[in-house]
């Protein structure tokens, strides 16, 4: 399995690109929203949300990337002792499931406590949604969060792969519940009991606050139903995006958002 795993994230990179090309492809031809902007308007949204995720590339690179594998390392090697039968494939698909759980409580902290929530609040200022909102986030989040995974990592003595083979999955969801685009709605409400649709996740970049603060699932929507926080509001056409009360800014000043008062 070790092997097939490591191929497999020898592909991560090559398997995301394809993935974030499809779906701006295909969010374009068949749109959820078809306002969604165009023109110069659209240009400038691009370049402000591509300029957020090469900055997270950067630090992933340098930052992310380097503490996760610190991290895996150093970890204490607990589990073939105390839980021997967690290993192997059965071992990845069980620390899927705990790290899909642990980040649907971090997502939810983020939400919940105002100072991790004044830098997600970065990524909810979008006032449109499609695949390249799926990498706009604020480079304090991303610090965090890998502070965050470190710690996960360190006391669960999660294997490097596991954590790795996750962060592919989130990516590859993130970009398919934040796309623009439209699904049969056969094959919606097919995947809706199982994993986070675009539906769903559009609900939560509502821009009303009691929708942004529900429906918290990154992978499945199991949590969501177990823990009570799926919002009953469903998509519809011309659902404003983004934070209430708040409006959408240069890319400079959401840089600065986080660290001015008020916001």
Not at 78 to 89: I, K, Q, T, Y
Not at 136 to 151: K, M, N, Q, T, Y
């Amino acid at each position: 399995m070790q092997q097939i795993v490591q191929e497999l994230l020898a592909f991560k990179g090559l398997v995301v690109a394809f993935w974030l090309a499809l779906f701006f492809v295909g969010e374009r031809l068949f749109p959820a929203d078809p306002d969604a902007p165009r023109g110069s308007a659209g240009r400038a949204r691009l370049i402000r949300n591509g300029g957020l995720f090469l900055v997270n590339m950067g630090l992933s690179l340098s930052v992310v990337i380097p503490v996760s594998v610190w991290a895996a390392q150093t970890a204490p090697d607990w589990r073939a002792a105390v839980a021997p039968w967690w290993s192997g494939w059965v071992g990845l698909v069980l620390d899927l499931l705990l790290l899909d759980f642990l980040i649907y409580w971090w997502h939810r902290a983020n939400h919940e406590i105002p100072a991790l929530w004044r830098f997600h609040e970065v990524h909810h200022l979008d006032a449109h949604l499609d695949s390249s909102s799926a990498v706009r986030f604020h480079f304090g989040e991303v610090l965090l969060s890998a502070l965050v995974r470190a710690c996960v990592i360190l006391l669960l003595d999660i294997p490097l792969a596991s954590v790795l083979v996750f962060e592919a999955l989130v990516l590859l969801a993130a970009i398919f519940h934040h796309s623009n685009l439209r699904l049969p709605a056969g094959v919606e409400t097919a995947l809706g009991p199982v994993i986070i649709t675009p539906a769903q996740h559009w609900v939560h970049h509502h821009k009303i606050r009691r929708d942004t603060d529900s429906t918290y699932g990154t992978v499945l929507s199991l949590w969501d139903r177990l823990f009570r926080t799926r919002s009953a509001t469903k998509r519809r056409a011309g659902m404003p995006i983004g934070v209430e009360g708040r409006e959408e800014r240069g890319w400079i000043r959401l840089i600065l958002t986080p660290f001015m008062r008020g916001g």
